[in-house]
């Protein structure tokens, strides 16, 4: 079964950004929502949660979180995410000469400032290079996962 769709966009002549689509009908479906297998390898790191929770917990845990996603409490996170990504394209401005950027580990970085701020409270700085012992580790954690 093929479950995302690839389209590549050409920005300019020098670079190209690959885009994934998902496909809306197995997205929106209420019965393809078994986890895969692959997901266990998560499990150590980050337990049974919302991402790698079995399909019966998933759904009864999402009926939990629906309210925190409603765009009234989403609005009160504006300023958080205003702020992280300010810092992210500072960063990437920084790096508009470079014949190639991995975005990865920045929007890793950008993504952890923003859960931390909006859901803990708590500013790390992982874009400013705080040494953070978790965020260190994620991006070792990810390549003993995913490898690519």
């Known amino acids: 079964m093929v479950l995302v769709a ?56 999402r009926k939990l979180l629906t309210p925190t996603f409603h765009f009234t409490i989403l609005e009160d996170f504006i300023p958080v ?15 508009t000469n470079e014949p190639w950027v991995d975005i990865v580990p920045l929007l890793t970085s950008c993504t952890l400032d923003t859960i931390c701020q909006t859901a803990m409270g708590v500013s790390i700085n992982a874009q400013n290079g705080e040494n953070n012992e978790y965020v260190n580790a994620v991006p070792r954690v990810r390549i003993s996962i995913i490898p690519y």
């Open 6 to 61: 690839f389209e590549t966009y050409f920005l300019n002549s020098e670079s190209e950004a690959l885009a994934v689509r998902p496909l809306q009908v197995i997205l929106s479906s209420s019965t393809q929502i078994e986890k895969a297998n692959e997901y266990k390898f998560l499990h150590p790191w980050l337990g049974t949660g919302l991402f790698t929770s079995p399909a019966a917990k998933w759904r009864n845990r």
């Open 81 to 95: 995410f205003q702020e992280q990504s300010s810092v992210l394209v500072s960063k990437l401005q920084d790096l």
